[in-house]
């Protein structure tokens, strides 16, 4: 288990109650009894330039519900935009074995808010195929509306970082010659979570281990130093053609190992736990089930 040593804001539903909350180690201390009326969701506290203050609001009381007592819920419930970036490591260019040299610009998708799952929450293989795989990501939370952001302000837009399981049935990504939206968009086959935390500053992310394991089995495992696209530039070149609005979401990529890469593929099958963790964020973990 990767423990981060930040703060962390979740979102989470207890006993039929949506509610949000400073997560430590003995529980949640649940914050929207005092802080709903100002900012009634986390993605609220994000558009208002305030979760510092709802840190200060937590930090130091005891909490008030055990951490097994919540369902953790998406992070930012309602995201205006999710954006997610493909290929964006050198070796997950090179499993593609196609003989291209490393792109010039990154591949740029969008994915629904349906399509994902919190924290602990299962992960559904649809009917309609068995190809379900995993891709653990880091997530960019926007924090400051902008468009054609300069690469050296980037990072002033950024409110907090989260992860990512980019769930993805593989077999639905190749059912057009130039989309991957059918395969990426089956509702709740992926998964965001399992908090945020406040964004501080670029030695935050620059530079963390980046893991996802299933069944406790290491797959993925890489720095985000080695992106080909870097936090700032994904920023920049997004911002370019959209502006960036408070709640938006970007996803930045994953590392090589997802099971498609496999001979013969693996594929996630009900029973599968997946865990994506990254230093300094924590361990979005899931199950995995099919969906009846």
């Not at 208002?48 to 007592?69: S, Y």
């Not at 069944?215 to 992106?227: A, K, L, V, Y």
Request: net charge negative; aromatic share 8%.
């Amino acid at each position: 288990m990767t423990k981060p040593t930040r703060p962390r804001l979740a979102s989470f539903t207890h006993q039929g109650r949506r509610s949000y909350g400073l997560i430590n180690d003995d529980g949640v201390v649940d914050l929207g009894p005092q802080c709903a009326d100002r900012w009634p969701t986390l993605g609220d506290a994000v558009a208002a330039g305030a979760l510092e203050q709802l840190v200060a609001a937590g930090q130091g009381a005891t909490p008030d519900i055990a951490l097994a007592e919540i369902d953790y819920q998406l992070p930012i419930e309602r995201p205006g935009k999710i954006i997610c970036v493909g290929v964006n490591y050198p070796n997950r260019n090179a499993e593609y074995k196609d003989g291209q040299a490393l792109p010039e610009y990154p591949s740029i998708f969008v994915r629904f808010p349906e399509s994902f799952v919190g924290h602990e929450q299962p992960i559904m293989r649809p009917p309609e195929s068995e190809r379900l795989d995993y891709e653990g990501e880091v997530v960019l939370v926007v924090g400051k509306a902008g468009r054609r952001i300069p690469k050296a302000q980037t990072l002033e837009h950024v409110a907090a970082v989260t992860l990512c399981n980019e769930g993805t049935i593989r077999d639905w990504v190749r059912h057009a010659k130039f989309n991957v939206t059918q395969g990426k968009n089956f509702d709740r086959t992926g998964a965001m979570g399992p908090w945020l935390v406040p964004f501080e500053d670029e030695s935050q992310i620059a530079d963390i281990r980046l893991t996802t394991r299933v069944n406790g089995e290491t797959r993925q495992d890489d720095r985000t130093i080695n992106m080909m696209f870097d936090f700032r530039y994904l920023l920049n070149y997004v911002s370019t053609f959209t502006t960036l609005q408070p709640g938006d979401i970007i996803v930045t990529g994953t590392p090589t190992g997802a099971g498609a890469r496999f001979d013969p593929p693996v594929w996630l099958k009900p029973g599968d736990r997946v865990e994506v963790a990254a230093e300094g964020i924590g361990t979005l973990a899931n199950t995995v089930e099919d969906e009846t």
